[in-house]
């Protein structure tokens, strides 16, 4: 069974940065694409962006593109979220997430992290 688990969450200052980390296990974590999400009370779920098997390659939403960085250890079976130049819009719970290549969506979910932005 695949567990995800976010950690890094919490208050910072607009202009400030955090680094989430996803803790993945149950499988073969080299094998899944990995993304990011945020949930923003009130509003549906967002695609941040995700990142290739070997993190060769990640992609970005323009909302969060040049401003965030996605990265994987492939050693520590762990997928990274480096947020730079936060704004209070971005205070969200944070979760990762994982699918097998081919498959269209997203199969498992971490519980989420909550990310405060002060103005």
């Known amino acids: 069974q695949v567990q995800l688990v976010e950690s890094g969450g919490g208050l910072v200052q607009a202009g400030g940065s955090l680094r989430l980390s996803c803790a993945y296990s149950g499988r073969t974590f080299s094998r899944d694409v990995m993304g990011w999400f945020r949930q923003i009370t009130g509003k549906e779920r967002e695609f941040l962006g995700a990142?290739?098997?070997?993190?060769?390659?990640?992609h970005y939403e323009d909302s969060v593109k040049g401003r965030f960085t996605i990265s994987r250890d492939n050693r520590k079976n762990t997928v990274y979220l480096q947020m730079n130049s936060l704004k209070p819009e971005d205070t969200a719970v944070y979760l990762c997430a994982a699918k097998a290549p081919q498959s269209e969506s997203y199969e498992i979910w971490g519980q989420g992290t909550r990310v405060t932005v002060s103005s």
């Open positions: 990142i290739s098997l070997r993190g060769g390659s990640a």
